[in-house]
């Protein structure tokens, strides 16, 4: 069918919208009428070819939110009409080794997520897209999904939520309940707080960790982690974090330091706000050629450090996100308040201009209008940066 997407024609060019061909979903896999989705950092690096380059031109949009429009013909999960969210982290199949240990997340009979690979869209010129984050494209009206990436959302829960839940505020919120597991009175920093770190944060809070130290260099990132629970927040540009986590501590460092930012040197800063026998936690990457760690001295491994990491909030997609959704129906987590500004499928560069300039996260809205109510009036980040400079 014909459908709207946005796409760069080629790495290193400007986003453009324009119509595409997308294939007849698979056996295994849906059609999806997308509905909402949300901006990613990781859409960004993904396709200014920053996560790793790729040939040809590219989509991308993996924070999706729609309504199921056709089965394949083993799908068995979903129907048309089903609104779901559309998450990188496979579902699992329950009887590999890896479901069996709990670990559906690193399930070995589903496909693995598909980094810049052919997706199901070809643009009219005959080009076939290149699907540079995630499984699928998601900036588009449709696409199509493997069955296993999909978690049924309730009716009561707004697309752009389901969006946000599937991969921001699981990659936080998740990390810091399945594989950081904070104690109460645990100590806990971020180095980032955008979506996923101020996700990280509201677990910190939910997990009673003191202090939750928010590190960033963005005021407006910085006043958004107090308002989600930190204690005390660093400007990494204009204090020294290393020795402030110290000052914050008493001395030792925390319990657990979480990166939620990419970038050359921040592990390392990790790991020296690190208290002995405390854990670092990676939860994103950048660069795929700065992602090595030459600097580690073993004593610091010999102190009981812990140097882990967590993918998509090691979640068990579909345990999980009914709880997530409960907790926001019950204003448990503040989702809403990760959400900064809505943009239609063909402002998306706007929408992406002012992710770069401090909005937590905007949406994409594709399938549906933006509620009157949500339309902004304020300045938009991007806006209001450029007019200090
Ligand atoms: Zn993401
Ligand atoms: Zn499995």
């Known amino acids: 069918m014909r459908c709207k997407m946005a796409l760069v024609p080629q790495m290193g060019l400007d986003i453009i919208v324009e119509e595409v061909e997308l294939d007849d979903p698979g056996e295994y896999e849906v059609r999806l009428k997308v509905m909402t989705c949300t ?4 859409d960004v690096l993904a396709w200014t070819g920053e996560h790793g380059e790729y040939e040809g031109p590219g989509g991308a949009g993996h924070e999706i939110a729609g309504v199921v429009d056709a089965v394949g013909s083993k799908v068995t999960y979903v129907k048309p009409g089903d609104r779901v969210l559309c998450s990188e982290i496979r579902a699992g199949c329950g009887h590999c080794v890896q479901c069996l240990n709990g670990r559906p997340f690193f399930c070995e009979n589903i496909p693995p997520m598909s980094f810049r690979v052919p997706s199901a869209m070809t643009r009219l010129n005959g080009e076939r897209v290149i699907q540079t984050c995630s499984g699928t494209n998601g900036f588009s009206e449709y696409c199509n ?3 296993g990436m999909l978690c049924k959302i309730d009716d009561d829960i707004p697309f752009e ?3 946000a839940l599937a991969c921001g505020f699981m990659s936080g919120f998740g990390a810091v309940l399945n594989r950081v597991k904070v104690k109460p009175a645990e100590s806990f920093a971020v180095i980032g707080c955008g979506g996923v770190g101020l996700s990280a944060i509201m677990g910190a809070r ?3 960790a003191i202090p939750i130290i928010g590190i960033d260099t963005q005021e407006i990132k910085l006043e ?3 308002k989600f629970g930190a204690t005390h927040v660093i400007n990494a540009l204009e204090e020294d974090a290393v020795h402030r986590v110290k000052e914050i501590t008493g001395g030792p460092g925390v319990d657990h330091a979480f990166v939620a930012a990419a970038g050359k040197g921040i592990k390392r800063t990790a790991m020296d706000i690190s208290a002995d026998y405390g854990q670092v936690v990676v939860v994103g990457h950048g660069h795929h050629r700065n992602e090595f760690m030459e600097d580690i001295n073993w004593f610091e491994l010999l ?7 967590c993918v998509m909030g090691n979640l068990t997609l579909r345990r999980d996100i009914p709880k997530y959704m409960d907790m926001y129906r019950r ?13 239609t499928l063909d402002q998306i560069k706007e929408a992406i201009d002012d992710s770069l300039h401090g909005a937590l996260k905007n949406v994409v809205y594709i399938g549906e209008e933006i509620p009157a109510d949500k339309l902004h009036t304020a300045p938009l980040a991007g806006q209001k940066v450029s007019a200090d400079a």
Do not use: P, Q
């Open 39 to 42: 901006i990613c950092n990781s």
């Open 145 to 147: 999904a493997y069955e």
């Open 161 to 163: 939520i389901g969006s």
């Open 206 to 208: 939910y997990s009673g």
């Open 224 to 226: 958004a982690a107090k």
């Open 303 to 309: 102190a009981g450090r812990k140097l882990t990491g």
């Open 331 to 343: 204003g448990m987590v503040d989702i809403d308040g990760l959400l900064t500004h809505r943009f």
